[in-house]
C-alpha cells in the first residue's frame, strides 16, 4: 500500500480514536453531573456534544474518499465500512451523554431523592466495555470482542434494580414521581449507551472474524 493510503488509513483510525475519547469523557461529565449535582459539567457535555457530531460527519467524509480513490480490496472495504458504524455508535452515545446532562440539570434544581450511587456504577461498566471494544479495534483482537458482547446483560440488569427502586418510590409518594423519572431516564440512556457499545464489539468481532453475530443472542 502506497503511502498516501497508509496515511489516509491512519487518519480514519486516529478520528475514530479521538471520537471515543470525547464520547467517553462527555459520559464521565454527565453521570459527575448527577451524582455531584453540578450544572457547569452537565453543561459541558452538551456544548461538546456537536464535536463529536462533526468527528462523525468527518469520519464519513475520509471513508467516502478512501473507498473513491483507493479502489480498496475487500478486507479494506470492510474496514472502512466497521469504522463507519463504530462511529454512529459512537455518536449515539454522545447522544446519551447528553440526555443524561439534561436531566442532570432537571434533578438538581430538586431535593435529592435517593442515593444514586448505582448510576456511577452502571456507566463505569459501560465505560470499560468502550475502552476494551476500542482496544479490540485497535489492535484487532476479535476474542476480547466476542468475550465483552454478553457482559451487556449485566447492566440490562442493573437497569432493572435501578427501575424498581424508584418506581417503589414514586408508589411511596406522589412528590417522588418526577425525579424518579428523571433519574430513570438517566438509567436508561446509560443502558442504551452500552447496547450501542455492545453494537460496537459486534462490529469489531466480524471485521476481524468474518462472522456476523449480531442476531444470535437473540434467537
Same mark, same amino acid.
Given at each position: ?84 458504524? !463504530?462511529?454512529?455508535? %459512537? ?7 447528553? /440526555?443524561?446532562?439534561? +436531566? #442532570?440539570?432537571? @434533578? ?53 434494580? !435501578?427501575?424498581?427502586? %424508584? ?7 406522589? /412528590?417522588?414521581?418526577? +425525579? #424518579?423519572?428523571? @433519574? ?36
Amino acid at each position: 500500500m502506497s503511502h498516501p493510503f497508509e496515511a489516509q488509513l491512519a487518519h480514519i483510525r486516529e478520528t475514530l480514536l479521538l471520537m471515543s475519547s470525547l464520547t467517553d469523557r462527555n459520559l464521565t461529565l454527565a453521570v459527575r453531573a448527577v451524582a455531584e449535582r453540578d450544572d457547569t459539567l452537565a453543561d459541558q457535555v452538551e456544548a461538546s456534544d456537536s464535536e463529536i457530531d462533526q468527528l462523525e460527519v468527518t469520519l464519513d467524509d475520509l471513508v467516502v474518499t478512501y473507498m473513491a480513490t483507493h479502489g480498496p480490496m475487500a478486507r479494506d472495504s470492510r474496514l472502512m465500512l466497521i469504522a463507519s458504524k !463504530i462511529s454512529g455508535n %459512537l455518536e449515539r452515545v454522545a447522544d446519551q451523554a447528553t /440526555t443524561i446532562a439534561r +436531566r #442532570a440539570r432537571a @434533578l438538581n434544581k430538586e431535593p435529592e431523592l435517593v442515593d444514586v450511587v448505582d448510576i456511577p456504577i452502571m456507566a463505569a461498566m459501560t465505560q470499560e466495555l468502550l475502552r476494551e471494544a476500542i482496544i479490540a479495534f485497535v489492535e484487532g483482537r476479535y476474542e476480547l470482542a466476542q468475550v465483552l458482547i454478553p457482559k451487556d446483560k449485566e447492566i440490562d440488569e442493573l437497569n432493572r434494580r !435501578i427501575a424498581a427502586k %424508584l418506581i417503589a418510590l414514586m408508589m411511596e409518594s406522589p /412528590t417522588n414521581i418526577t +425525579r #424518579a423519572v428523571h @433519574l430513570m431516564t438517566i438509567a436508561k440512556a446509560i443502558e442504551r449507551a452500552a447496547d450501542h457499545v455492545q453494537n460496537i464489539a459486534e462490529e469489531v468481532f466480524y471485521l476481524y472474524s468474518g462472522q456476523d453475530i449480531r442476531h444470535e443472542q437473540n434467537l
